[in-house]
């Protein structure tokens, strides 16, 4: 397993927001994690990345424990995370957040071949590599912040709701590169989506999270047929 989550709480101040989740993403697998406003999928996230330390529980990356480490050494040790709204460097080029995308890459890797690799994943990128990030589309800047999580050769991604705010097409390509990048590069991913339709289309399995637990989880095919998934995300179809 490339990562597996057991028992983990987090809180925010005295607000407990988790309350003892599990689950494990294989390599080569994308789990999506959907589920209402404030259900906590953005908490799981930093959680799991060392931007929150967790109050109980365990978080293993590919065999190690890394609970309760800070975000610079999960990230060294292979997981990246893409935060919401992408988080770019705006007023750097796009090719000089590529390159800090490499700066925690644990020894070994190559960054030209990297960047090679990014920009035959995301060929936008090519012609704005002088262009300073902040220029870019809002569909061009999730390209480069997934490129830039990239960079580091990670063994995990995770990604908080890559789609918003994104035309239907751009959310295609993003979703077809996710499956790329999955399959060629056997890259363990949980996707945290509102929009259930587009993670169901890439995902392997999900979960479905309500106030802090996993309530229902499953193949998309599965929870698409089951009833009160319908229902309340859905829109009843
Ligand atoms: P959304 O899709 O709206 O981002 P979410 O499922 O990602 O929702 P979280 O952002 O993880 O949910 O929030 C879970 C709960 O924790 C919410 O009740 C939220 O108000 C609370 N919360 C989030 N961030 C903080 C914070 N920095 N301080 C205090 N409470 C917070």
Excluded: C
């Amino acid at each position: 397993m490339s990562l597996v989550v057991t028992g983990l709480r987090a809180s925010y101040e005295r607000l407990e927001v988790l309350h003892g989740l599990e689950l494990q993403v294989e390599p080569g697998e994308i789990l999506a994690v959907v589920g209402a406003n404030g259900a906590g999928k953005t908490t799981l996230l930093r959680t799991v990345s060392g931007l929150l330390r967790p109050q109980a529980g365990t978080v293993t990356l590919s065999g190690r424990d890394i609970t309760g480490m800070g975000a610079e050494q999960i990230a060294g040790l292979g997981l990246a995370h893409v935060p919401e709204n992408r988080l770019v460097f705006p007023s750097l080029t796009v090719e000089d957040n590529l390159t800090l995308g490499a700066w925690t890459r644990r020894k070994g890797g190559n960054t030209a071949a990297m960047k090679a690799e990014v920009l035959d994943l995301f060929p936008r990128l090519t012609d704005r590599l002088r262009l300073q990030a902040g220029a870019l589309s809002g569909g061009e800047q999730q390209m480069l912040a997934m490129g830039r999580a990239m960079m580091a050769e990670p063994e995990v991604v995770v990604l908080d709701e890559p789609s918003l705010g994104l035309a239907p097409r751009v959310v295609g390509e993003i979703i077809t590169a996710l499956a790329h990048l999955r399959d060629a590069r056997q890259l363990a991913v949980l996707l945290v989506e509102q929009n259930i339709r587009a993670a169901f289309k890439v995902a392997d399995r999900a979960v479905v999270m309500d106030r802090g637990e996993i309530v229902t989880e499953g193949t998309p095919q599965e929870l698409s047929a089951d009833e009160r998934v319908q229902a309340a995300y859905l829109g009843g179809t």
